[in-house]
């Protein structure tokens, strides 16, 4: 995707780090939403970071706007399960990467009715200061499900 050098073993390095804490900030998103750990969820993003989710769900521009993105989410959901897989991480730059990944999740209403969905999310990770944050994350749902009764058992 780019002619960053990764002949080096530095480079090389680098670049296996890099994709592990891009990575993790990809589950950290799905652990942070899940498990309503805000301090979590809030270190992931830098500050000047859009949430971008289209279809009038809301574009989330700014770490406080995003932090008010997961009191919306709190109002839909009483619950949310997110299982992310699929991740592609292309370099643009030592410091900048473009990443794509499905996600499946299971979205407890809060009268117990559960909706599936499926999407993907089509991330800009930069790394500022030696550390890798997400600057733009892009939320295409593909389908919402209808509410149905499938009884959840929170293990939290």
């Excluded at 200061?129 to 009884?151: C, H, L, M, Q, Y």
């Amino acid at each position: 995707m780019s002619d960053v050098d990764t002949t080096t073993l530095a480079a090389r390095l680098d670049r296996i780090e890099s994709r592990t804490a891009i990575a993790e900030l990809v589950a950290g998103y799905c652990e942070g939403v899940d498990r309503q750990n805000l301090d979590l969820f809030m270190s992931l993003w830098h500050d000047d970071a859009s949430y971008l989710i289209p279809g009038g769900r809301g574009d989330f521009v700014g770490i406080e706007r995003i932090r008010e993105s997961q009191e919306v989410i709190a109002k839909a959901w009483k619950q949310t399960y997110h299982w992310t897989t699929n991740l592609v991480v292309g370099f643009e730059s030592e410091d900048r990467a473009v990443g794509r990944s499905d996600v499946y999740a299971m979205c407890e209403q809060h009268e117990g009715l559960v909706c599936l969905v499926g999407g993907t999310y089509n991330d800009v990770f930069e790394r500022r200061a030696g550390v890798w944050k997400i600057a733009e994350r892009v939320v295409n749902r593909w389908f919402v499900s209808a509410p149905t009764d499938i009884p959840l058992l929170s293990p939290f």
